[in-house]
């Protein structure tokens, strides 16, 4: 854990999560064949995207309480290490990429439960709280879009 980060801090670590994601997806469509694979990276390219964005804009024009507020400590980026373990070959299934997103979004999910047992108050605990939500939703989403793909 890093010491004395403030609100905007974590909010911009995820930000740029989202958008090293929506990149990875990118790289992995240019190398992956499938056609069901490739729509799937790309839906999930444009889901951190449009999520980055969010998060950018936020930092913008979010509570000046929940940006500007101190954590003794912040959560280390998991996400690295799970990056690095994926060998991004042509042949990859849209089980294997549904696995590797499901991974990633565990990743950020932890990263803001932990953000929300630092909390200091419910306000930022709940910011934080709905963003772990975000993040379950997106992986509910991507299993039916991936199931949904498994039968085109």
Aim: with cysteine; charged share 30%; glycine share 2%.
């Amino acid at each position: 854990m890093t010491a004395f980060l403030q609100g905007h801090d974590l909010l911009e670590r995820a930000q740029e999560t989202h958008r090293r994601l929506s990149e990875f997806y990118d790289r992995t469509s240019d190398v992956v064949t499938g056609a069901r694979e490739k729509m799937l990276l790309e839906y999930l390219s444009r889901h951190e995207a449009r999520f980055a964005k969010s998060l950018k804009e936020y930092c913008r024009t979010g509570s000046p309480r929940i940006l500007r507020t101190w954590f003794q400590f912040a959560p280390e980026d998991a996400l690295q290490g799970v990056l690095a373990a994926v060998t991004i070959v042509p042949e990859l299934t849209l089980d294997e990429l549904v696995q590797i997103a499901v991974s990633l979004d565990d990743c950020l999910a932890d990263y803001y439960d932990q953000v929300v047992e630092s909390a200091m108050s419910e306000e930022i605990a709940e910011a934080f709280r709905e963003l772990r939500a975000e993040e379950r939703q997106e992986k509910a989403e991507l299993l039916k879009n991936a199931d949904d793909l498994k039968h085109i």
